[in-house]
Each structure stands twice: as structure tokens, then as C-alpha cells.
């Protein structure tokens, strides 16, 4: 249908002057609204050579399996030369909400704007012809003709630079707002896996469910990352930087991750299909398949990766198991795995600061004595430890005389009152001085 106005008038517009220009052009040469009715009768013609241009120009629309994609470029074109018809009846410069919603959903279906605006590049060539032979039609004086013929061809680049403008302001908006509404849905995740979750709330239960976190048969650990520099763990920037660097390396592998930023740290889950029965080839824990692909990350950055676990009812346990392996990471040692740390290790890691609060009365005489010793008592207690509590074979270790060690021995038996040379005795001595480190 054309819709006819007495006279386009550039106060009627939105802005897009170049555009208005180009009307007003049009307007005064004649065309508009004279060339609306040869315009309508063509109509079907150009959009089918508008999409028969776009096809065989751009592969991404043919290559895509999105089924919406071609239907939607069909409607699209037919929605573009019914804009042009209404600017040809004499219609004002609208606000285009067509091409906005078309730019947002082009935006949500991931399909990319290059391939939009080449489209519309196509797309000019099209429009360019259809009013040419419009104007053509009106059997405009020859001297005259030329100056039409421009006119549309202006028309035609000025109306695809004014939808490409706001198409790509559209797309470029909307996904950034894409970005962010996925950004709080993984932090939301996130949050839901690593604190816990009632299994009885139905909107969690159904969060994670169609996230893919509640499938069976997966395999789940934590890894916590900081950099050695923790100051720069301030700056999101860097932090976003070790998160790309860490899905990066995960990628190749048939690995999901879920990461974001917690307490100051780089906090990632990761979930991976176990084995399925007896019948499927046994593979390595997902803590022993990400670790080598974590050692590339280079020496800027700790990383702690939690045990394996068949459940993300584990996760708020995996998330300690990480982050305590990465109290144990160093320069040295830049990835630690929290199923490899030793007994030991972790006892003193977790215990040493409820024995510090309260220490047996004989550990002060005892270290302030290993101090002024420059701490032999200690080294001779280890070595002991080294030597299965053979003196012989401690004093060799210590390059000293087997008198030697039973003398420092004695004096530890003098301050303690436990025995080096007993087993449960040296146990004792040895967890204490590993809770007071030098």
C-alpha cells in the first residue's frame, strides 16, 4: 500500500540529513511521489533479486544451520523496499524500528554483522536499480534524466548508510547486553554451585538443570588461579586475562568450564563425562588431564586444582580442596593438585594455627634453644626422621660425629622431655617445628 503526503519536509525527519538531502532531491525532480505506483508493481521483483544477490555473495547465509536465517532475510528485504515505497509515496524519515529489531535479533542468534552489512551493501545495488527503472518509467525529459538517475543512485547509498548505521548500534548494544545478562547468569551459576544449593528449590533445580549441571555420569573439580603479583589480582582486567588465558588452554579438550571471579580469585568449575560402565576404557582423573594443560600457562600465575568429584553437590567441598593446593603453590611449583599433597602437609596447613594459639610449654624453650643453635636441633630431628632413627646414618647425613647427634638429642630430651630416638616422640618434635617455621 503507498502512503501519499501532500510534501516531504525535512522537519518531519529524525535526522539522517544526507538521507533527507537525497529525498529532497528526489522530491523536487519529481519522482516522489510519482514513482510510489511503479515502485509497488516491481516490488516482488526486487525482493526476489535482493535475496538471489545476498545468496550468491555471501556463503555465511547458506552455511548457517540456523533454520530462521533465510526466512528471516526474505522478510527483512521485503520489509526494507516497503520502508522505500513509503519514502517514495512522500512518507517522512522514520526511526527504521524494523531494522533495529532485525539488528537485536540478528545479535541473539549469533550471526555476524559483517555478513549484515555486506547484505546491505548488496542490497544498494538492488534498490539502486528498481528506482532507476522506476524514474526511468515516468518518461522524464531527457535533459533531465541524467540528473534523476543520480538522484536515485544518492538515494540508494545514503538509505544503506542510515540502516547500516543504526543496525550496527543495534547489534553492537545488544550484545553487550547479551554479554552482561550471561555474565550474571555464569556468576549466578557459579555462586549456586560453589556455596551449595537446596535440592527442594525448584527454580535452582531447574537453573541447573538446564544449564546441563545436573546430567550423570560427569566428573567435577574446582581450580582457583592467582597471580604471583597478588596485587594485580586488584585489577579485573588482569583477572579477566588469566580467565581467557585458562579457557584458552581448557578448550581443545572435551572439557566444560564455568569460570568468573571470587574473593580475589580466579574460580573455575569444570566438568567433564567420566566413564560410562566396565566396558568403556578407563581414563585419568579430570584433575590429572587438566594439569598439563594448566602448566602452560606460564610462570605469572598459582593455581590450585581441587580432587575429583562424580557430583556438583561436591563442588563447595572442591572449592576448599583448591583453594588450600594453592596455598601450596610457589614460583617452583605453580600448579598444585590437592589429591597429591601429603598427610603431613595438610595437617600443618590446617592445624598450625589452633597449636600456635595454644603450644605445648616445652616448644618455646625448645625453638628459642634451635635458634641460638642456628637451627641444628631441628636439622638433626629431621635428619633422624631421613635416617629411619639410625644415628649412625643422621650423623653421616649431617657430615657430623655420631656423638654429636646423641648430644644434640640429649639436649632436645633436656627441653622437652620427648625423646628424638622414639618414633612417636620424634613425631611430636616434628609437627612442632613444621607449625613455627623459621
Known amino acids: 500500500m503507498i502512503v501519499k503526503t501532500s510534501q516531504w ?13 537525497a529525498l529532497a532531491t528526489l522530491g523536487r525532480a519529481g519522482v516522489i511521489p510519482r514513482a510510489a505506483i511503479e515502485l509497488e508493481r516491481s516490488m516482488q521483483d526486487a525482493g526476489n533479486a535482493m535475496r538471489e544477490e545476498v545468496l550468491a555473495q555471501i556463503p555465511a547465509f547458506t552455511d548457517s544451520h540456523n533454520p530462521d536465517i533465510l526466512p528471516g532475510l526474505k522478510l527483512h528485504a521485503e520489509a526494507h523496499l516497503r520502508e522505500i515505497l513509503r519514502l517514495m509515496g512522500g512518507g517522512p524519515v522514520g526511526r527504521f524500528d524494523f531494522v533495529q529489531a532485525h539488528a537485536r535479533l540478528r545479535a541473539e542468534q549469533r550471526f555476524p554483522l559483517e555478513s549484515t552489512l555486506h547484505a546491505y551493501r548488496c542490497g544498494q545495488k538492488v534498490f539502486s536499480r528498481w528506482l532507476r527503472d522506476a524514474a526511468i518509467a515516468l518518461k522524464t525529459a531527457p535533459r533531465k534524466l541524467e540528473k534523476v538517475v543520480a538522484a536515485t543512485a544518492d538515494f540508494s547509498i545514503e538509505y544503506t548508510n542510515a540502516v547500516s548505521t543504526i543496525a550496527t548500534s543495534a547489534y553492537v548494544a545488544h550484545t553487550r547486553m547479551l554479554a552482561l545478562a550471561e555474565g550474571d547468569l555464569r556468576m549466578e551459576l557459579l555462586s549456586i554451585l560453589l556455596s551449595g ?6 527454580r535452582v533445580a531447574r537453573l541447573l538443570r538446564q544449564a546441563g549441571y545436573l546430567e550423570q555420569r560427569q566428573s567435577y573439580c574446582v581450580v582457583v588461579a592467582q597471580s604471583t603479583n597478588v596485587l594485580e589480582m ?68 598459582r593455581i590450585g586444582i581441587s580432587a575429583d568429584h562424580p557430583s556438583t553437590a561436591f563442588l563447595p567441598r572442591a572449592l576448599q580442596e583448591a583453594t588450600h593446593a594453592l596455598d601450596f603453590a610457589s614460583v617452583a611449583d605453580r600448579v598444585v593438585q590437592f589429591s597429591k599433597l601429603p598427610i603431613r602437609s595438610l595437617l ?22 634451635d635458634k641460638k643453635a642456628a637451627g641444628m636441633l631441628v636439622q638433626t630431628l629431621r635428619a633422624m626422621a631421613e635416617a629411619d632413627l639410625n644415628v649412625q646414618k643422621a650423623a653421616r647425613t649431617l657430615g657430623k660425629h655420631p656423638n654429636t647427634v646423641y648430644a644434640r638429642l640429649e639436649r632436645i630430651r633436656d627441653l622437652s622431655g620427648l625423646d628424638g630416638q622414639r618414633y612417636r616422640d620424634l613425631t611430636e618434635l616434628l609437627l612442632a617445628a613444621d607449625c613455627w617455621p623459621p
Open 9 to 21: 519536509t525535512a522537519d518531519q525527519a529524525f535526522g539522517f540529513e544526507a538521507l533527507q538531502s
Open 197 to 202: 544449593y537446596d535440592e527442594s528449590d525448584g
Open 234 to 301: 586488584e585489577h579485573p582486567e588482569r583477572a579477566q586475562r588469566i580467565i581467557r588465558a585458562l579457557a584458552a588452554q581448557i578448550a581443545p579438550a572435551p572439557i566444560r568450564l564455568l569460570a568468573g571471579i571470587r574473593n580475589n580469585l580466579v574460580t573455575a568449575v569444570l566438568s567433564a563425562a567420566r566413564r560410562q560402565s566396565g566396558w568403556t576404557a578407563a581414563q585419568a582423573t579430570l584433575p590429572e588431564r587438566i594439569d598439563p594443560m594448566l602448566q602452560l600457562l606460564g610462570p605469572a600465575v
Open 348 to 369: 600443618v596447613h590446617r592445624g598450625a594455627d589452633q597449636v600456635r594459639a595454644t603450644p605445648p610449654p616445652w616448644v618455646a624453650p625448645l625453638l628459642d634453644a
